[in-house]
T-cell receptor, first 116, second 115 residues
Framework: AQKITQTQPGMFVQEKEAVTLDCTYD???????LFWYKQPSSGEMIFLIY??????QNATEGRYSLNFQKARKSANLVISASQLGDSAMYFC?????????????FGTGTQLKVEL | DGGITQSPKYLFRKEGQNVTLSCEQN?????MYWYRQDPGQGLRLIYY???????QKGDIAEGYSVSREKKESFPLTVTSAQKNPTAFYLC??????????????FGEGSRLTVL
């Protein structure tokens, strides 16, 4: 079974500062994918970034980067130069890399508040 | 624009009534999913379908039913057997197999309240 743990229920960061949201995972699968999603107060889930377990380099997408430490089973999200619009709930998720669909297992989320 | 449409956005139901949530996608995705979200919790998988006329139970399928008669549509019925149906329901779809990352594309959700 796969499990995702997000230990930070809430985080505060000042505008323009960088922030790291923690995510650890547990799986016995040799191949897996790691995802981060953003959920604003409106409710929709917005895909941010993806890391495959065999990817050699950490994933980056604009201001988002994923700090992937395979031996420690961690996949922390780093947001650089925080903006007020980054205030939202952030979910870490993982999947098996198999054909025929992609079930994701989600963590409980971290509520991020960006302050002036 | 391509995407996933869920309806209704808000729904109120009396205890003992069944209710059906609609989910339609025009992304030509093979796989579709229903997740449930409760306050302060992550998303939990209810049902998923990898191909038309086939679907599998997720982690919390009891009290729910689905159908997949068309590739574009994956409606979810919340039955009276669901003990605590008040929640936020999210539908998603994805490519199936191949070299895709498996990213899920989500609808905007349906909020069900049982009175």
């Amino acid at each position: 079974a796969q499990k995702i743990t997000q230990t930070q229920p809430g985080m505060f960061v000042q505008e323009k500062e960088a922030v790291t949201l923690d995510c650890t995972y547990d799986t016995s699968d040799p191949s897996y994918g790691l995802f981060w999603y953003k959920q604003p107060s409106s409710g929709e889930m917005i895909f941010l970034i993806y890391q495959g377990s065999y990817d050699q380099q950490n994933a980056t997408e604009g201001r988002y980067s994923l700090n992937f430490q395979k031996a420690r089973k961690s996949a922390n999200l780093v947001i650089s130069a925080s903006q007020l619009g980054d205030s939202a709930m952030y979910f870490c998720a993982m999947s098996r890399i198999t054909g025929g669909g992609n079930k994701l297992t989600f963590g409980t989320g971290t509520q991020l508040k960006v302050e002036l | 624009d391509g995407g996933i449409t869920q309806s209704p956005k808000y729904l109120f139901r009396k205890e003992g009534q069944n209710v059906t949530l609609s989910c339609e996608q025009n992304l030509n995705h093979d796989a579709m999913y229903w997740y449930r979200q409760d306050p302060g919790q992550g998303l939990r998988l209810i049902y998923y379908s990898q191909i038309v006329n086939d679907f599998q139970k997720g982690d919390i399928a009891e009290g729910y039913s689905v159908s997949r008669e068309k590739k574009e549509s994956f409606p979810l019925t919340v039955t009276s057997a669901q003990k605590n149906p008040t929640a936020f329901y999210l539908c998603a779809s994805s490519y199936s197999g191949g070299r895709h990352t498996g990213e899920l594309f989500f609808g905007e959700g349906s909020r069900l309240t049982v009175l």
